[in-house]
């Protein structure tokens, strides 16, 4: 099973990556023509050229490891090192933050259901969860700006500049992983061992933390591909908003005219949701028994 899903993951991953290069070289030329009043642009395909850019690009990335340079004449390659590492670390350091403590929130809203702490728990979440993601970012960044002007909001340069994006992208996806993870206690609640233990005279604290959360991990972690593509989608706004010089601000300035560039870093972030579902399945596979059942 597991070799079948690393094999079909992995056609996907190809399929989209060439689907990537087919997409950014399209050609997307542009004749204006003058009319009374207004100024027409006529968009039409250079063809002859289309496929030779194409193949010549594909044979010098898989023969040599060569992308190309960028408008400012320094290797593709080295702009990514210089801005890939950057972003890597706002992803690690947010991911892990997003799962820990979206799992520890679920529990609590678990836990706190019918109490009057439910208003920080469930409800809180559910509050959270209906506004747009980026409203978060935006708002708390605001918040840092006017409140505590004392953080240094744009040390990006600085060896802890990662911390402060990571906790602020962390909010919103983290409310998502409390959802999946509450939903999950809830559906696991009327299977027979639980009602077991509780006969047993466990209290619900034992039962729900080392019974209910262990057989609900397992459908929390086959979220995670969609967590990471959650995570991946805020980095734009973050480090624009933060004047974050990382990976997905370097991405949206290399539009439309370093096609090498923004290959390479798509190539890139699809890499990670790649190995994102790698990581899923194998923890699925640990924590779910019925999907070891299912071999």
Known sequence: MLARFIVRTLVIYVVSALLIVLIVFF?????????PGKLLPTFYASWETYIPETTTFMKQV??????????????????????????MKIIITSFFLIIVLGVLKGVFDYRNQYRLTNLFGNRLTS??????DFFF???????????????????????????????????????????????????????????????KGFKKRFVVTNHMLHN??????????????LLLSNLLVLEMFLDYKGAAYRLFMAIPHERELIVALAWLFMTIVFITQIVSYLLRYYFDPRERSAT
């Open 216 to 229: 609900s991990l397992g459908n929390v972690f086959s979220h995670l591909p969609s967590i990471m593509l």
């Open 137 to 199: 970012i935006i708002a708390l960044i605001w918040i840092l700006l006017f409140y505590f002007p004392f953080i240094d909001v744009f040390a990006y340069e600085e060896w802890y500049g990662f911390i402060l994006p990571s906790l602020i992208v962390t909010v919103y996806p983290m409310t998502y992983v409390a959802k999946i993870t509450m939903n999950a206690l809830l559906d696991e609640q009327s299977e027979q061992y639980v009602q077991v233990s509780y006969a």
């Open 27 to 35: 050609p997307k030329d542009a004749m204006f023509f003058q009319e």
């Open 62 to 87: 898989m023969t040599e490891g060569y992308f190309g340079v960028t408008r400012s004449h320094t290797l593709v390659t080295d702009e990514v090192v210089r801005v890939f590492p950057r972003t």
């Open 127 to 132: 509050l959270a969860q209906s506004f747009p």
